[in-house]
């Protein structure tokens, strides 16, 4: 059974750091496509950065050079390092990939950035 757990979310002040890890478990996920998406209170839930089999890695225009997406493929855990973080970046931050067409999230980490 595929499962991923998120952790790592808090509250920070604006302009702070935070790094989030995403824990996979019911498969090996170093050549999968691995996604953070996020979801603001009253918005649709958005995707946030990419990593793909090569690891190369994708971020929405709006996170561009404050948030890194990386993983370990050790460990099967999934990273969101992020800095000079924003008021607007407050939100549910959920893990994804898909296998076989079949979509897995985790449950979300809670992200507020407020001073």
């Known amino acids: 059974q595929v499962q991923l757990m998120e952790s790592g979310g808090s509250l920070v002040q604006p302009g702070g750091s935070l790094t989030l890890s995403c824990v996979a478990s019911?498969?090996?996920?170093?050549?999968?496509?691995m996604y953070w998406y996020r979801q603001a209170p009253g918005k649709q839930r958005e995707w946030v950065a990419s990593?793909?089999?090569?690891?190369?890695?994708y971020s929405a225009s709006s996170v561009r050079g404050r948030f890194t997406i990386s993983r370990d493929a050790w460990q099967n855990t999934l990273y969101l390092q992020m800095t000079n973080l924003k008021p607007e970046d407050t939100a549910v931050y959920y893990c994804n990939t898909v296998i076989d067409s079949r979509n897995y999230w985790g449950q979300g980490t809670q992200v507020t950035v407020s001073s």
């Open positions: 019911g498969v090996i996920t170093s050549q999968l496509p």
């Open positions: 990593i793909i089999a090569d690891n190369t890695t």
